[in-house]
């Protein structure tokens, strides 16, 4: 209510039912839809979000209050969480974020600029330098001579918004081709 700026006058208009009649004179017909929960996607906490669907595009995106760890707030990452794929543009509008990556970019070593690759490409090209720098690096033992099978020229950092199933198919891959230097980004 401080942060509001009501002052003590509002305060007591706000015990005095005022808040809740202002409240429920808002018009919040803007975020109605097919409600989805989710988790938030940006740090270890996992704090949980509400995310309504209308006619294919996202309208809403709110604290759940149901949510064991954040009880509907969210701090201001997680309420910034709508620019991974939309932006508000105006009051109760919202669009997909313009600004959104859709195609592979891809800048060459030394080069100054990025060139726009389709994903076979890329696919294809991440599995050779993968494969060549294995190959390459590959420890069958260490300098005391216990058996390692790993590589050290490969490191892997993941990303928040994985969830489980994918962290869990991504740890398998890479320690089955010998990488042992994994982080997450939301352990930090
Ligand atoms: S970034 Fe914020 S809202 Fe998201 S999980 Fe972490 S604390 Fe919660």
Same mark, same amino acid.
């Given at each position: =209510?401080?942060?509001?700026?009501? *002052?003590?006058?509002?305060?007591? !208009?706000?015990?005095?039912?005022?808040?809740? +009649?202002?409240?429920?004179?808002?018009?919040?017909?803007?975020?109605?839809?097919? /409600?989805?929960?989710? &988790?938030?996607?940006?740090?270890?906490?996992?704090?949980?979000?509400?995310?309504?669907?209308?006619?294919?595009?996202?309208?809403?995106?709110?604290?759940?209050?149901?949510?064991? &760890?954040?009880?509907?707030? @969210?701090?201001?990452?997680? =309420?910034?969480?709508?620019?991974?794929?939309?932006?508000? %543009?105006?009051?109760?509008?919202?669009?997909?974020?313009?600004? $959104?990556?859709?195609?592979? !970019?891809? #800048?060459?070593? *030394?080069?100054?600029?990025? /060139?726009?690759?389709?994903?076979?490409? %890329? @696919? $294809?090209?991440? %599995? !050779? #330098?993968?494969?060549?720098? #294995?190959? +390459?690096?590959? /420890? @069958?033992?260490?300098?005391?001579?216990?058996?390692?099978?790993?590589?050290?020229?490969?490191?892997?950092?993941?990303?928040?918004?994985?969830?489980?199933? /994918?962290?869990? @198919?991504?740890?398998?891959?890479?320690?089955?081709?010998?990488? &042992?230097?994994?982080?997450?980004? %939301? $352990? !930090?």
């Amino acid at each position: =209510m401080k942060g509001l700026g009501l *002052g003590t006058a509002g305060l007591a !208009l706000w015990e005095a039912g005022a808040g809740k +009649e202002a409240l429920a004179a808002q018009d919040f017909s803007f975020k109605k839809g097919r /409600e989805v929960p989710t &988790i938030c996607p940006y740090c270890g906490v996992g704090c949980g979000i509400i995310v309504t669907e209308r006619d294919g595009k996202i309208v809403n995106v709110e604290g759940d209050p149901d949510h064991p &760890i954040n009880q509907g707030a @969210l701090c201001p990452k997680g =309420m910034s969480v709508s620019d991974i794929s939309f932006v508000v %543009a105006g009051k109760n509008n919202r669009v997909p974020n313009p600004r $959104r990556l859709t195609k592979v !970019l891809y #800048r060459a070593p *030394g080069s100054g600029h990025w /060139e726009e690759k389709d994903w076979d490409w %890329a @696919l $294809r090209e991440i %599995a !050779l #330098r993968i494969k060549a720098t #294995r190959d +390459e690096t590959f /420890e @069958l033992k260490d300098a005391s001579g216990v058996t390692v099978n790993r590589t050290q020229a490969i490191a892997h950092v993941g990303s928040a918004s994985l969830d489980n199933e /994918e962290n869990y @198919l991504i740890h398998k891959f890479l320690r089955s081709i010998g990488v &042992i230097n994994l982080d997450h980004h %939301a $352990r !930090l």
